[in-house]
């Protein structure tokens, strides 16, 4: 049995076997199972074996377990027991309606979003982040724009206030700008697609109260006799308002703003689901957007936005309020209670407000302070990193050292605190300390400036330190909460004394067993290491190496991985992609292509075939989990200039056709024709060795694996 069939029935019996269970589902990174009784589940159980990332109960007897990229396998392994025939189960789709294994399956991190035992509690939240989360690559994206200007202003290169820059600048400008102004429309597709409304529509709605012809409205010349507006002096602010058939609509600027389109799309979803059940379905297409639109448009523009635009407004002016008059009170509370928020998934709507702060003062308050617990959530991860390289422990060391790259470079902390942090309770006390160091020194460095702000929304990473205002008391005070954290872990450990024999047992144990199997093989032949192998297999002297098919030989268990396409080879880190820089989906290469058809590198079972044509899951029959990844975002063309030669679960041998690719298709539609091979279980694996800097044809070795 192999282990992700012992995992899959250990997850089973974790929820308290398949009796348990009425149906099953999952999204991109978890297994969702409706239960009969949620106190049989046995989380302790559950989070004990190595694919769960965590494991909690929701209301109404709903369960979530936390897998990662892998869930998909896990999912079809646990449909595959025979004890889970006559169990309920589906798919939640959540890469734009395409199956399979997408990139935005394998490349979403592990969240929880379990809140408490409180169902509309738990939906409220579930619609708050699905609204935001698909949006966060485009928000990220424009943050890095902004810390280049912010470079290039602080150089002196150009002054990005003014209002005269040239039109370069001012076209550098409208990349970033885009994002924030649209933002409503994003926001109201992504929240309309959550409530099962069509998205379009959900847009569309927004887009109305941003036209051109909208914002005319509060055009006084233009409309004289209509329009009326109030200037503020004190707050140099104008409101407008304006008469349409007889009724006084309050005239507002929408870019930007977030409160607006989670009401309106809520409303929406009740207006089109109430139509949609008397409707006839034979002219549902014309008739639910006809009648959706010309009732909830108006009711947006007299009533939603307005109140929506006081809401975002009015709890913005709170937390602007304290934090000027207890900017002290302010700096620390924020990093000391997003610990807490972050793994609920209760921080979205502080995100929701910095946008909002963004929209109306132009800046924002609130992820200056909040870089002292993510600095001081990556710092911890530093410590059990430093841990895991003096105790040798491998796959520790992997873990850490991924989730520290996406914290460091990409602001997410998701991989710290779900693959590590709330696994170990040393940690949490550890790194509460360290936010409060950087909320404190964040609190006394800025009291003469009135705290630190953005204008941008910014993740908070080493490459957005150039946002925030002042610079230095941000740099410092995050760097204390980094120091602080990771020196409290490495001094005092992030495990308990049982936990830290437990794996010094575990490590005596196999290098007993290593030095034991040396030794049996010394006299007959003893394996050359790992990199001496890939020498050979180089020299295409395979010898006592493994087989083409992947089977290792007695005498060297090794196996390998050949190249699928011919062309040059790369390290991850050159492909240009960040998640696979990371290893975040294995050790492996990018090859440079030449030529148009891609060949399966190793001999097993294809796990996943996505639609598109541009990845292949194979696993063979010892065990290793191969990606061939064709193109870097390559799932965009949507199957264009991919024929795919092969079907998901089917056989494969090594050297058959998996699909052949219009590579000129590729480039001409912007994308990478980079291809990755990546072993996606490195982790459980001894070793994993990419051969690079080659120049290979079909069938040359590319990665030595050993078991």
């Known amino acids: 049995m192999s282990n992700t069939q012992q995992s899959a029935e250990s997850i089973i019996s974790g929820v308290g076997g398949s009796a348990n269970v009425r149906s099953m589902t ?12 949620n106190s049989k589940a046995d989380q302790q159980a559950l989070e004990a074996i190595p694919e769960v990332l965590g494991a909690l109960a929701q209301s109404g007897n709903r369960y979530q377990v936390v897998i990662g990229g892998g869930v998909e396998t896990m999912y079809n392994a646990i449909v595959a027991l025979p004890s889970m025939a006559n169990v309920a189960h589906g798919e939640e789709s959540e890469d734009d309606g395409a199956s399979g294994t997408s990139d935005a399956d394998v490349k979403a991190a592990a969240r929880s979003k379990a809140r408490g035992k409180i169902a509309w509690l738990d939906s409220f939240f579930e619609y708050l982040s699905d609204s935001f989360r698909p949006i966060l690559g485009v928000l990220l994206g424009a ?10 202003d602080a150089l002196g290169i150009v002054d990005f206030r003014s209002a005269t820059k040239p039109a370069g600048w001012v076209f550098i400008d409208a990349m970033w700008r885009g994002v924030f102004y649209f933002l409503p429309i994003m926001i109201a597709y992504n929240a309309a697609k959550k409530l099962k409304v069509d998205p379009w529509l959900g847009a569309t709605v927004m887009a109305a109260l941003m036209t051109p012809n909208f914002m005319s409205l509060s055009d006084i010349k233009t409309f004289p006799n209509e329009t009326l507006c109030v200037v503020n002096h004190t707050l140099n602010t104008s409101s407008c308002t304006t008469k349409i058939f007889g009724l006084t609509m309050q005239l507002n600027d929408y870019g930007g703003n977030v409160f607006v389109p989670l009401m309106m799309v809520a409303v929406l979803a009740l207006v089109y689901h109430g139509f949609k059940k008397v409707i006839p379905s034979s002219v549902q297409m014309v008739f639910l957007p006809f009648l959706s639109m010309i009732i909830v448009i108006p009711l947006t523009a007299f009533l939603i936005g307005p109140l929506g635009v006081w809401l975002g407004n009015g709890i913005g002016a709170g937390l602007a309020w304290l934090n000027t008059t207890a900017p ?24 929701a407000l910095m946008l909002v702060n963004i929209q109306t003062l132009g800046y924002d308050f609130i992820q200056g302070p909040m870089g002292a617990w993510n600095f001081a959530c990556f710092g911890a991860t530093a410590g059990v990193l430093f841990i895991a390289w003096r105790n040798k422990d491998k796959v520790m060391k992997q873990t850490a050292t991924g989730a520290l790259v996406a914290g460091l470079f990409g602001g997410v902390s998701e991989p710290s605190l779900y693959g590590i942090h709330l696994r170990f309770k040393r940690i949490y006390p550890r790194m509460l300390v360290g936010c409060f160091a950087g909320g404190l020194t964040l609190a006394i460095l800025s009291l003469p400036y009135g705290g630190v702000r953005t204008g941008a929304f910014a993740f908070t990473s080493l490459l957005t330190i150039p946002v925030f205002s002042p610079m230095w008391v941000y740099a410092i005070s995050v760097a204390v909460a980094f120091v602080v954290a990771m020196v409290l872990i490495i001094i005092s450990d992030y495990r308990t004394p049982e936990q830290k024999a437990e794996a010094a047992a575990a490590l005596a144990k196999a290098e007993g067993q290593a030095s034991a199997t040396v030794s049996a093989q010394e006299p007959i032949n003893a394996p050359a290491p790992l990199g001496q192998q890939t020498s050979t297999l180089l020299a295409d002297a395979p010898g006592d190496l493994a087989s083409s098919s992947g089977s290792p030989t007695a005498a060297a268990p090794v196996s390998v991985v050949h190249a699928p396409i011919a062309g040059r080879v790369i390290t991850l880190d ?25 060949v399966s590198p190793v001999s097993g079972t294809l796990l996943s075939v996505a639609k598109t044509g541009h990845a292949f899951g194979i696993k063979t029959d010892d065990g290793v989990e191969v990606l061939v990844h064709i193109g870097i975002d390559t799932v965009k ?25 219009d590579f000129d298709a590729v480039r001409a539609a912007g994308y990478s024709t980079t291809t990755i091979v990546t072993v ?28």
């Open 637 to 661: 063309m949507k199957g264009e200039g991919f024929t795919v030669a092969v079907t998901k679960g089917s056989r494969v041998t090594e050297g058959d056709v998996l699909a052949t690719v």
């Open 574 to 598: 050159e492909t240009g992609d960040p998640v696979f820089a990371t290893k975040a989906l294995g050790e492996g290469v990018g090859i440079v292509p030449e030529g148009s058809s891609v």
């Open 328 to 351: 002290f009170i302010f700096a620390i509370l924020i990093p000391m209670i997003y610990p807490f928020l972050v793994p609920l998934g209760l921080h979205w709507p502080l995100n």
């Open 143 to 152: 943050s890095l724009i902004i810390a280049f200007a912010s470079v290039m």
């Open 26 to 37: 999952h999204c991109a990174t978890r297994l969702r199972f409706e239960l009969r009784d």
């Open 680 to 707: 996606t279980n490195t982790l459980r694996l001894h070793a994993v060795e990419p051969i690079t800097d080659v120049t290979v044809e079909i069938g040359d070795p590319i990665i030595a694996v050993e078991h």
